[in-house]
Nanobody
Framework: QVQLQESGPGLVKPSQTLSLTCTVS??????????WSWVRQPPGKGLEWIGY???????YYSPSLKSRTSISRNTSNNHFSLQLSSMTPEDTAVYYC????????????WGQGTQVTVSS
């Protein structure tokens, strides 16, 4: 059973950089054909895909967030991380990490999500 757990600050000031980590257990982030993703849901809105890092370490970001996003990984500790710079109140959301299967192109495991609020 694969488990994902997000960790990071719940409150970020405007203009600061958000840093979140997703710790994965029960499966390796280098396992073939899985894409380790970040997704967020602003209050009252739908899910928004942020980006992913592949089993090979390649990254791909949402065009609307690309200039502010960086996703990296630590294979020794089996975790991957999100950095989102220049945060504004519009970035307030529940942030999720999830595993995207390259076989079905659907998410098969999700973290529980972590609330991030941008406020001074």
């Amino acid at each position: 059973q694969v488990q994902l757990q997000e960790s990071g600050p719940g409150l970020v000031k405007p203009s600061q950089t958000l840093s979140l980590t997703c710790t994965v257990s029960g499966g390796s982030i280098t396992a073939l054909r899985y894409y380790w993703s970040w997704v967020r849901q602003p209050p009252g809105k739908g899910l928004e895909w942020i980006g992913y890092i592949s089993y090979l370490g390649n990254t791909y970001y949402s065009p609307s967030l690309k200039s502010r996003t960086s996703i990296s990984r630590n294979t020794s500790n089996n975790h991957f991380s999100l950095q989102l710079s220049s945060m504004t109140p519009e970035d307030t959301a529940v942030y999720y990490c999830a595993r995207l299967s390259g076989s079905s192109w659907s998410y098969d495991y999700w973290g529980q999500g972590t609330q991030v609020t941008v406020s001074s």
